[in-house]
């Protein structure tokens, strides 16, 4: 069971090997064993997931088609809408908020026949990176408990690696798919902004948020993204495209594949046992026929100021609405302006009020322009520079973050931890798709690369980390914590 992906498992539903129901009694008995350790799950859906388990059973028997994720585990962050379940954010403010309608990527998933065994963890309301910000504490890493899993999806990539879950949907504004997944030793991937809907997406930042897969290995990272993906005319950002089948770019063949490697993404704070890691891919990669390209992403270097300038200033106004008077958490108060103040002090946690704050700061009449409005304009400088960059590359190859996961409290100031995010916030501010895989190991942790594609270049870089993952099966290993009995 260890290594267990989508299409294993759905290979030996198919033939009968097992059922769905067996399967999915195995691992709510395995994420039941080991959520005393990694606390990767907020809530559980036991009795919904074995009873959609038995139905995929049932299809299976009448011979009827069923889809590659169908009767499969997964989990799906808490910050994604499933209808009649809680959806927290893992936070204090919708500690007991029940979502009423379903999102887009449920609704398709729902389509798929999947199996949901519960909502993961989470920083809260998505804004961190290492899971320490969420009200209900914190996620582990399968790797080492002592070490964070990442943020914000770290209790996704936590399933995932302690086999809680054969697959789980995260959500990345800065990082928060591949950063996590780096870190535990897994497949995540960020598509274009705008391939996935949004709709359903508690929000965070509403032009850098997006819904994606993390997985064991890239051929689930594309099966996730083939049942996600999808036009949907309820967000207004979704790109109404041709639904695609992103397993086609799954070749081992990188013959005459152009990888641009930007010096910028390899300066100082990332660690040299990591850029060794990300060099060595690259030399595996001219081996087999791609061409190596240098170009020059120079905004790099302003991609984390920009990102705490825009980031929060949406934060601050999607936020606004969770003033105790709508719905969620409320605290009494001796006017309706007291109960606002006491309601959004005891509700946020230290690291969404700070966001908050420094949104409003940036948005306020005397600083617009001296700050957010300057952000955007490098944003642009930014997106020119990887549009320079793509006319000279197919793919940019990058390291997913400085380093491997990090101990509990190892930063003891926020813009430290910020800082962190160098690798990953330039993707999202450009609206780019990128995957991390597991490139290399230093002192038993695992350490990432990302691939990033142009704007809906997916299966460029599918392609392009499917080469790399079959050439070192090595490097696709169960977590200490996630050894599961035959």
């Given at each position: 069971m260890n290594q267990m992906t989508i299409h294993d498992l759905h290979e030996k539903l198919l033939a009968k090997e097992l059922s769905a129901v067996e399967l999915t009694k195995t691992f709510i008995a395995h994420r039941d064993a080991a959520e005393g350790e990694i606390h990767a799950y907020l809530s559980t859906s036991d009795e919904a997931a074995l009873a959609k388990a038995a139905a995929v059973d049932a299809k299976i028997a009448a011979g009827e088609p069923v889809s590659?994720?169908?009767?499969?585990?997964?989990?799906?962050?808490?910050?994604?809408?499933?209808?009649?379940?809680?959806?927290?954010?893992?936070?204090?403010?919708l500690e007991h908020w029940v979502a009423p309608y379903n999102a887009t990527v449920i609704e398709k998933l729902e389509a798929a026949d999947y199996v949901s065994l519960g909502k993961t963890n989470l920083d809260e309301f998505a804004m961190g990176s290492?899971?320490?910000?969420?009200?209900?504490?914190?996620s582990r890493n399968p790797w080492n408990t002592e070490c964070v899993p990442g943020g914000s999806s770290g209790g996704s990539a936590a399933a995932?690696?302690?086999?809680?879950?054969?697959?789980?949907?995260?959500?990345?504004?800065?990082?928060?798919?591949?950063?996590?997944?780096?870190?535990?030793?897994?497949?995540?991937?960020?598509?274009?902004?705008?391939?996935?809907?949004?709709?359903?997406?508690?929000a965070f930042a509403s032009s850098l948020d997006q819904i994606g897969p993390i997985v064991k290995d890239v051929t689930d990272a594309a099966i996730v993204l083939?049942?996600?993906?999808?036009?949907d005319p309820r967000d207004s950002t979704s790109i109404p495209m041709e639904k695609k089948d992103y397993k086609e770019a799954l070749k081992t063949d990188v013959k005459g594949l152009r990888i641009g490697v930007p010096d910028e993404f390899f300066g100082p704070g990332i660690k040299e046992e990591t850029k060794e890691a990300v060099k060595s891919a690259l030399a595996f990669y001219e081996k087999e026929g791609a061409?190596?390209?240098?170009?020059?992403?120079?905004?790099?270097?302003?991609?984390?100021?920009?990102?705490?300038?825009?980031?929060?200033?949406?934060?601050?106004?999607?936020?606004?609405?969770?003033?105790?008077?709508?719905?969620?958490?409320?605290?009494?108060?001796e006017d309706i302006v007291d109960m606002?103040?006491?309601?959004?002090?005891?509700?946020?946690?230290?690291?969404?009020?700070?966001?908050?704050?420094?949104g409003?700061?940036?948005?306020?009449?005397?600083?617009y322009d001296a700050y957010y409005l300057k952000a955007l304009k490098v944003r642009h400088l930014l997106k020119d520079d990887f549009d320079r960059a793509f006319a000279q590359c197919d793919v940019i190859a990058a390291p997913s973050a400085s380093g491997a996961a990090f101990r509990f409290g190892a930063f003891s100031d926020p813009l430290s931890l910020y800082m962190e995010d160098i690798c990953t916030v330039p993707?999202?501010?450009?609206?780019?798709?990128?995957?991390?895989?597991?490139?290399?190991?230093?002192?038993g942790m695992p350490l990432g690369m990302q691939l990033i594609g142009p704007a809906l270049g997916e299966e460029r870089i599918l392609n392009a980390a499917y080469a790399f993952e079959q050439a070192h099966p090595e490097l696709t290993r169960t977590a200490p914590k996630g050894e599961m009995e035959a």
């Open positions: 590659d994720m169908a009767g499969i585990p997964g989990a799906i962050k808490d910050n994604i809408c499933i209808k009649g379940e809680t959806c927290t954010a893992a936070s204090r403010m290492s899971t320490e910000n969420s009200y209900f504490g914190p995932v690696a302690a086999n809680e879950a054969v697959w789980a949907l995260g959500s990345d504004t800065g990082g928060s798919i591949r950063q996590p997944a780096s870190f535990c030793g897994l497949v995540g991937l960020k598509p274009t902004y705008g391939l996935v809907s949004r709709y359903g997406l508690l083939n049942a996600i993906a999808g036009h061409e190596i390209v240098p170009v020059s992403i120079p905004h790099i270097k302003s991609g984390v100021s920009v990102y705490y300038i825009i980031a929060p200033a949406e934060a601050s106004s999607n936020l606004a609405r969770y003033d105790g008077v709508g719905f969620g958490f409320r605290m009494p108060g606002y103040i006491k309601t959004r002090s005891a509700g946020f946690g230290k690291e969404v009020k700070r966001r908050i704050m420094l409003n700061y940036v948005l306020s009449a005397g600083y993707v999202n501010l450009v609206g780019a798709p990128s995957i991390s895989i597991p490139v290399g190991f230093h002192d």
